[in-house]
Protein backbone atom coordinates (compact mmCIF):
# COMPACT_ATOMS: atom_id res chain seq x y z
CA UNK A 1 0.00 0.00 0.00
CA UNK A 2 1.34 3.54 -1.07
CA UNK A 3 1.77 6.31 1.34
CA UNK A 4 0.40 9.67 0.44
CA UNK A 5 2.18 12.22 -0.62
CA UNK A 6 1.94 13.88 3.23
CA UNK A 7 3.07 10.58 4.33
CA UNK A 8 5.97 10.17 2.81
CA UNK A 9 7.25 13.52 3.56
CA UNK A 10 6.62 12.81 7.13
CA UNK A 11 8.55 9.19 6.62
CA UNK A 12 11.20 10.92 5.42
CA UNK A 13 11.73 13.57 8.33
CA UNK A 14 10.74 10.98 10.86
CA UNK A 15 13.49 7.93 9.57
CA UNK A 16 16.24 9.94 10.82
CA UNK A 17 15.18 10.83 14.14
CA UNK A 18 14.16 7.13 14.97
CA UNK A 19 17.42 5.60 14.00
CA UNK A 20 19.62 8.01 16.28
CA UNK A 21 17.44 6.82 18.72
CA UNK A 22 18.12 3.54 17.75
CA UNK A 23 15.08 2.64 16.36
CA UNK A 24 13.15 2.58 13.05
CA UNK A 25 9.87 3.57 11.41
CA UNK A 26 7.67 0.42 10.96
CA UNK A 27 4.70 2.12 9.44
CA UNK A 28 3.03 5.99 9.03
CA UNK A 29 -0.69 7.00 9.00
CA UNK A 30 -2.34 10.29 8.15
CA UNK A 31 -5.83 9.93 8.94
CA UNK A 32 -9.51 11.23 9.82
CA UNK A 33 -11.06 10.15 12.68
CA UNK A 34 -14.57 12.20 13.29
CA UNK A 35 -13.68 15.51 13.34
CA UNK A 36 -10.48 15.05 14.36
CA UNK A 37 -7.00 14.47 12.61
CA UNK A 38 -4.34 12.10 13.59
CA UNK A 39 -0.40 11.53 12.80
CA UNK A 40 0.71 8.03 13.86
CA UNK A 41 4.36 7.54 13.28
CA UNK A 42 5.39 3.45 14.69
CA UNK A 43 8.14 2.40 15.09
CA UNK A 44 10.56 -0.25 16.33
CA UNK A 45 13.26 -1.90 17.21
CA UNK A 46 14.75 -5.40 18.23
CA UNK A 47 13.71 -6.62 21.29
CA UNK A 48 11.07 -4.04 20.75
CA UNK A 49 10.44 -0.51 21.81
CA UNK A 50 10.02 0.90 24.72
CA UNK A 51 7.74 4.45 26.08
CA UNK A 52 11.10 5.76 26.47
CA UNK A 53 11.73 5.65 23.09
CA UNK A 54 8.46 6.43 21.83
CA UNK A 55 8.67 9.31 23.79
CA UNK A 56 11.64 10.81 22.59
CA UNK A 57 10.57 10.37 19.02
CA UNK A 58 7.44 11.84 19.81
CA UNK A 59 9.64 15.04 21.22
CA UNK A 60 12.36 15.33 18.28
CA UNK A 61 8.88 14.66 15.78
CA UNK A 62 7.17 17.22 17.45
CA UNK A 63 9.98 20.09 17.41
CA UNK A 64 10.86 19.08 13.38
CA UNK A 65 6.74 19.10 12.69
CA UNK A 66 6.67 22.44 13.90
CA UNK A 67 9.84 23.85 12.09
CA UNK A 68 8.42 22.12 8.48
CA UNK A 69 4.84 22.72 9.33
CA UNK A 70 3.54 20.23 6.73
CA UNK A 71 0.31 19.77 8.16
CA UNK A 72 -1.59 23.18 7.91
CA UNK A 73 -4.82 21.62 9.93
CA UNK A 74 -4.70 20.79 13.46
CA UNK A 75 -4.16 17.02 14.44
CA UNK A 76 -2.77 14.85 17.20
CA UNK A 77 0.86 13.05 17.00
CA UNK A 78 0.90 9.72 17.98
CA UNK A 79 4.13 7.57 18.49
CA UNK A 80 3.88 4.02 19.53
CA UNK A 81 4.61 0.46 18.74
CA UNK A 82 2.87 -1.25 16.07
CA UNK A 83 1.71 -3.67 18.22
CA UNK A 84 2.10 -7.37 18.42
CA UNK A 85 -0.73 -8.17 15.83
CA UNK A 86 0.86 -5.37 13.64
CA UNK A 87 -1.07 -4.97 9.86
CA UNK A 88 1.61 -6.22 6.99
CA UNK A 89 1.15 -3.46 4.56
CA UNK A 90 4.61 -2.98 2.73
CA UNK A 91 6.69 -5.15 1.01
CA UNK A 92 9.22 -5.34 3.97
CA UNK A 93 6.79 -5.44 6.50
CA UNK A 94 5.73 -9.35 4.82
CA UNK A 95 9.09 -10.08 3.78
CA UNK A 96 10.12 -9.48 7.59
CA UNK A 97 7.24 -11.78 8.72
CA UNK A 98 8.15 -15.17 6.23
CA UNK A 99 6.84 -18.36 7.92
CA UNK A 100 4.51 -16.46 10.60
CA UNK A 101 0.61 -16.86 10.84
CA UNK A 102 -1.13 -13.83 9.44
CA UNK A 103 -4.61 -12.83 9.58
CA UNK A 104 -5.74 -11.68 6.41
CA UNK A 105 -9.16 -10.28 6.00
CA UNK A 106 -11.21 -10.02 2.88
CA UNK A 107 -13.39 -8.09 0.63
CA UNK A 108 -14.82 -11.75 -0.56
CA UNK A 109 -15.55 -14.60 1.44
CA UNK A 110 -13.35 -17.69 0.58
CA UNK A 111 -14.61 -21.39 1.66
CA UNK A 112 -17.62 -19.11 3.76
CA UNK A 113 -15.05 -16.53 5.39
CA UNK A 114 -14.23 -12.95 5.35
CA UNK A 115 -11.32 -14.48 7.65
CA UNK A 116 -8.61 -16.23 6.81
CA UNK A 117 -5.20 -17.50 9.05
CA UNK A 118 -2.46 -18.91 7.92
CA UNK A 119 0.88 -19.33 7.04
CA UNK A 120 2.68 -16.37 5.63
CA UNK A 121 4.50 -17.61 2.29
CA UNK A 122 5.88 -14.89 0.35
CA UNK A 123 5.34 -11.71 -1.34
CA UNK A 124 5.83 -10.56 -5.06
CA UNK A 125 4.01 -7.92 -6.99
CA UNK A 126 1.36 -7.42 -4.64
CA UNK A 127 0.53 -11.00 -4.21
CA UNK A 128 0.32 -12.90 -0.27
CA UNK A 129 1.73 -16.60 -0.96
CA UNK A 130 -0.18 -18.04 1.92
CA UNK A 131 -0.76 -22.02 3.44
CA UNK A 132 -4.26 -22.62 4.36
CA UNK A 133 -4.12 -25.95 6.15
CA UNK A 134 -1.62 -27.53 3.94
CA UNK A 135 -2.66 -26.00 0.66
CA UNK A 136 -0.82 -23.35 -1.00
CA UNK A 137 -3.23 -20.11 -2.10
CA UNK A 138 -2.30 -16.79 -3.60
CA UNK A 139 -4.53 -13.18 -2.52
CA UNK A 140 -3.63 -9.99 -4.18
CA UNK A 141 -2.97 -7.68 -1.53
CA UNK A 142 -5.44 -5.31 -3.43
CA UNK A 143 -8.36 -7.86 -2.43
CA UNK A 144 -7.65 -7.77 1.52
CA UNK A 145 -9.07 -5.42 3.99
CA UNK A 146 -6.13 -6.22 5.70
CA UNK A 147 -3.32 -8.45 6.61
CA UNK A 148 -2.02 -8.48 9.99
CA UNK A 149 0.22 -10.85 12.40
CA UNK A 150 -1.82 -13.43 14.21
CA UNK A 151 -1.08 -13.96 18.19
CA UNK A 152 -2.87 -16.60 19.66
CA UNK A 153 -3.88 -15.26 23.44
Not at 18 to 39: F, N, P, Q, T
Not at 81 to 102: A, D, M, Q, T
Not at 104 to 125: M, P, Q, R
Amino acid sequence: MAYSKLESNILEMATPIAEECGCYIYDIEYAKEGKARYLRIYADKDGGISLDDCEAISRRMSDELDKADPIKENYVLEVSSPGIERKLKNPEHFERYLGEVVEIGLFKAVNDSKTILAELKGFEDGKISVSLDGEEMSIMQSETTYVKLHFEF
